[in-house]
T-cell receptor
Framework: IAGITQAPTSQILAAGRRMTLRCTQD?????MYWYRQDLGLGLRLIHY???????GKGEVPDGYSVSRANTDDFPLTLASAVPSQTSVYFC????????????FGQGTRLTVV | GENVEQHPSTLSVQEGDSAVIKCTYS??????FPWYKQELGKRPQLIID?????GEKKDQRIAVTLNKTAKHFSLHITETQPEDSAVYFC??????????FGTGTQLKVEL
């Protein structure tokens, strides 16, 4: 089934540990995004990529890194997790950056303890 | 970059009434304005969008209006039903094609 998939769906992580959230899409979309969702704060952009090989910083990039080695994959890495990174993380993709519908993954619920 | 503000944060209406959610944006170069609906525990999904070359777009019970001069756009839901209860997000694209969301509106449709 075509779409966008995130893994894992949930994770409990000890503070200080490194963690990579995976995001894969098979729609050949050029643009991909990572958001975190916290109650009352909506969806805040962490990092984005307009096309394979390029990435950019969003609204809340500190503590996170991304890579875009190919069109399909856009992993998000927490180098050293802290409790404030407890959140629900959504990956999204769109055909082109800028003015097309974004499709979201099912989300990853991350708890840092 | 783009700054999107959304109001109200919560909205309660009686079934059958209309609901209106408003958003303002800062980047005058923005030309695409989507609205997403997120049901509890699920992912956001697009429900309607509008581009800057039109002032209004309708799809059954939902409509979006855009005022580029004032830099605001609104979501209108008529004849609300219980299944309309959800969180609604507006969004805009800023410099670098960053898709930026408003903080969301929790809509509750009461029987």
């Amino acid at each position: 089934i075509a779409g966008i998939t995130q893994a894992p769906t949930s994770q409990i992580l000890a503070a200080g540990r490194r963690m990579t959230l995976r995001c894969t899409q098979d729609m050949r979309h050029n643009a991909m995004y990572w958001y975190r969702q916290d109650l009352g704060l909506g969806l805040r952009l962490i990092h984005y990529s307009n096309t394979a090989g390029t990435t950019g910083k969003g609204e809340v990039p500190d503590g996170y890194s991304v890579s875009r080695a190919n069109t399909d994959d856009f992993p998000l890495t927490l180098a050293s997790a802290v409790p404030s990174q407890t959140s629900v993380y959504f990956c999204a993709s769109s055909v082109q950056p800028g003015n097309t519908e974004a499709f979201f993954g099912q989300g990853t619920r991350l708890t840092v303890v | 970059g783009e700054n999107v503000e959304q109001h109200p944060s919560t909205l309660s209406v009686q079934e059958g009434d209309s609901a209106v959610i408003k958003c303002t944006y800062s980047d005058s170069a923005s030309n695409y304005f989507p609205w997403y609906k997120q049901e509890l525990g699920k992912r956001p999904q697009l429900i309607i969008d509008i581009r800057s070359n039109v002032g209004e777009k309708k799809d059954q019970r939902i409509a979006v209006t855009l005022n580029k001069t004032a830099k605001h756009f609104s979501l209108h839901i008529t004849e609300t039903q219980p299944e309309d209860s959800a969180v609604y997000f507006c969004a805009g694209f800023g410099g670098g094609n960053k898709l930026t969301f408003g903080t969301g509106t929790q809509l509750k449709v009461e029987l």
